[in-house]
């Protein structure tokens, strides 16, 4: 497709170029006056049409047309995954409520757990799907609530304690994605504190902060925090394009982001919600 591309370039430059030449023997034979300058310029400008139309015919629009095709597909595939995560998740209730046996309580409870997560995921790859295609709606909610939603999860990790300290907040924002940069935040405080150092989230008046006592960066990490692949500490896990998500996010919601961080006292995020707090609350 790169080399298509390129060469439909090519000739087109050298199309144009051929059209220019034309219009300059035109005004050079025939003599440069108002009438003849027109029509040599309408005569180049159709053909370029032309030759723009035929390049976009049989590059652009087959392109797209492969790319409406997959999409349609793959919208499908995500509305028949749905069925039968629906059918598992009421068919556990069911049994669990009807089941007596501790044992086989607790195997339906890791059934529904996981069903659960699965429905997470669904959720996430519907709400990806849709901000390929622009269609990603935003919605009022109370920030503090997805909070300790989102802190629960982490709690099942049993790794680190978690410090709440959160005011009723409602926002006006991409929901799903706000989840996805709040647990990339707390799962980089996680990841780089130690397992009893307990993380702190802080929603107060228009400011949610994420607080850790872990590790720390110094001036020069600091700097390229934003830089997609970049991580603070090469021996942990991970792909280091998680803070570049996150910024991405908040330019296009217009939410500020700092980050504050001393080398061996932790790192603090703050992320200003003036923009997007619902405005009773302001």
């Known amino acids: 497709m790169k080399k298509q591309i390129w060469l439909a370039t090519l000739g087109y430059v050298v199309s144009v170029a051929l059209l220019l030449s034309f219009l300059y023997w035109l005004l050079k034979n025939e003599g440069f006056d108002e009438a003849t300058f027109i029509v040599g310029s309408a005569f180049v400008l159709l053909l370029s049409l032309g030759w723009g139309y035929i390049i976009a015919s049989h590059l652009v629009i087959p392109h797209r047309k492969t790319q409406d095709h997959l999409l349609h597909l793959t919208k499908d595939i995500i509305h028949e995954l749905n069925i039968p995560l629906s059918t598992i998740q009421a068919n556990t209730a069911m049994l669990t409520r009807k089941e007596e046996d501790e044992r086989a309580k607790k195997r339906l409870k890791r059934i529904e757990d996981a069903s659960v997560r699965l429905k997470k995921l669904y959720d996430e790859l519907v709400y990806t799907i849709r901000k390929e295609m622009h269609q990603v709606e935003r919605e009022m909610f109370d920030l503090a609530e997805v909070v300790k939603e989102r802190v629960e999860i982490f709690k099942e990790q049993q790794r680190n304690p978690f410090v709440l300290e959160l005011e009723p907040c ?28 307990p993380v702190t989230v802080r929603l107060q008046q228009r400011y949610l902060e994420i607080i850790d006592n872990g590790i720390g960066m110094d001036e020069t990490q600091l700097l390229k925090i934003y830089e997609r692949y970049y991580q603070g500490n090469s021996k942990k896990e991970g792909e280091g394009i998680g803070l570049a998500l996150v910024k991405a996010y908040c330019d296009q919601e217009d939410i500020s982001i700092e980050v504050v961080s001393q080398k061996g006292e932790g790192t603090r995020v703050i992320l200003d919600l003036e923009k997007i707090v619902h405005k009773e609350l302001t």
């Open 170 to 197: 409602r926002v006006f924002t991409d929901k799903i994605g706000f989840e996805r940069i709040f647990d990339n935040l707390v799962t980089n405080a996680m990841k780089y504190s130690t397992k009893s150092a």
